[in-house]
């Protein structure tokens, strides 16, 4: 018995926001980051959903399918970025 295992070394606390709430469009708000009056910028990234969907094409239709769900915005997450210090203000999922 050496003892109780050893708690892992603290991460930094990370200061819960309250999630903006974003849609698919761009949203005028405050940059939690900077401050700054903003309009969002947008960036479509593939999400699980995007695999899943892009793995069932494959699997039971065909395979050039495959790109359909990249190329589909509905199919990934609308991340908004604020344009002036590149900070992460919310995700979209549709
Ligand atoms: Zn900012």
């Known amino acids: 018995m050496s003892g109780y295992p050893y708690p892992p070394p603290g991460q ?3 200061v819960i926001q309250t999630p903006l709430v974003v849609g ?7 940059c939690p980051s900077c401050g700054a009056h903003i309009l969002t910028k947008m960036k479509y990234e593939p999400n699980t959903r995007t695999h899943v969907v892009a793995l069932i094409l494959c699997l039971f239709i065909c395979w050039p399918c495959v790109c359909l769900p990249y190329c589909m915005d509905s199919c990934q997450n609308a991340n908004h ?3 002036n210090c590149d ?3 919310g995700t ?3």
Request: some cysteine; charged content about 10%; overall charge neutral.
């Open 92 to 94: 979209y999922q549709s």
């Open 12 to 14: 930094p606390s990370v």
């Open 24 to 30: 698919p469009d761009p949203v005028r708000c405050i």
């Open 81 to 83: 970025y604020c344009p």
């Open 87 to 89: 900070a992460f203000i």
